[in-house]
């Protein structure tokens, strides 16, 4: 998972942290999650916007936006209250493609 990048969470529009969940010993996932209290929300660069649940599958909404040119799932950069926009980015390092959506 990029260091550089903090997505917001997509159902809060709140700054997400970077976390690491253990599989095991040798293997670890890197992702962010919703700093909300009780918000399970996470972030992946594999597979976008999902709800972790205890011994299911996670299950990613058919509306995640993905980068053209990379098909990586993009992430919320930033929100515009005013325009009520919603601003996001692809995760690969380098990519400047954006998508913005009301």
Known sequence: MRADILPLCDKHYRAMEHALAPVNANYSI????CTDRFCQRCY?????YVTPLKDDPPVVASNQPRCDKHGRPMFILSIDRQRNTVRFACPEPG????????
């Open 44 to 48: 992946s660069e594999v597979l976008g």
């Open 30 to 33: 890197q992702f962010c999650r």
């Open 95 to 102: 990519c400047h493609e954006s998508l913005t959506r009301s």
